[in-house]
């Protein structure tokens, strides 16, 4: 019953809430512009804190652009232009953490300042992004990579420099989840991916770690 009236509930806000676009198609190619975060929109914390789980079952349906940036915003996206912190808190304010999107039509570094996807990858590739069959025909897998030599000017150990990697993805790929449990999508946070594959396939050297993987989608 509670689940009934918060879904009924956020349709009434989405309808409600802006006169923008909502349902625009995606078109790929070597960037995507992605729509600027609407101000407001989507359930209350509470609401969407309320309907926060994991979800292991995806319909192949693709996301419209507007969720597409809504979730992209929500992972790493600037909310402080003035000094272009973002959504997500990061130990040190180091950023480590690149957000990478698996698509059907190719893989996708976010460009947080200009708030674009920037093709790495043509194609497939979204088994490379997960262990489980759900993430391969879900519309969208993200990918969390830190890139280590960012932490070098701190002399910290190894493990502590994996360690806030981690925890900054973590935080991430919960702002992902939250946003998309407030928009009527379906999200999990996963650990479990190809993670030497992904770096063969994007070019990335020994600095760097993949460090999450999440699945978003209907
Ligand atoms: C860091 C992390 C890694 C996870 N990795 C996976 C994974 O690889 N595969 C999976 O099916 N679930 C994964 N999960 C989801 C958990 O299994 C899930 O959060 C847990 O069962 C509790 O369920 P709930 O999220 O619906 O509350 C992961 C969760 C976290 C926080």
Not at 96 to 107: I, L, M
């Amino acid at each position: 019953m509670k689940t009934l009236i918060l879904a009924l509930l956020m349709t009434l806000v989405v309808s409600c809430s802006s006169n923008e676009p909502q349902n625009t198609p995606i078109t790929y190619g070597d960037t995507i512009a992605l729509p600027q975060p609407a101000p407001q929109g989507g359930l209350t914390i509470n609401e969407a804190l309320w309907l926060r789980a994991s979800s292991r079952e995806y319909a192949d349906t693709p996301l419209s652009l507007e969720e597409l940036g809504g979730v992209m915003w929500a992972a790493a996206g600037i909310n402080r232009p003035e000094n272009s912190h973002l959504t997500a808190p990061s130990a040190m304010a180091v950023y480590s953490v690149d957000v990478y999107a698996f698509t059907p039509e190719g893989v996708y570094r976010y460009d947080a300042a200009s708030h674009t996807l920037v093709r790495c990858a043509e194609g497939d590739h979204r088994e490379l992004s997960a262990m489980q069959e759900f993430a391969y025909t879900a519309p969208l897998n993200l990918v969390y990579i830190a890139d280590m030599a960012k932490y070098d000017r701190f002399r910290m150990a190894p493990e502590q420099s994996l360690h806030y990697a981690g925890m900054d993805a973590a935080g991430y790929a919960e702002n992902v989840n939250l946003y998309a449990a407030g928009h009527g999508l379906k999200s999990i946070t996963r650990g479990l991916l190809r993670r030497e594959e992904v770096l063969t396939l994007l070019g990335l050297g020994d600095h760097y770690k993949v460090v999450l993987s999440q699945t978003v989608g209907k």
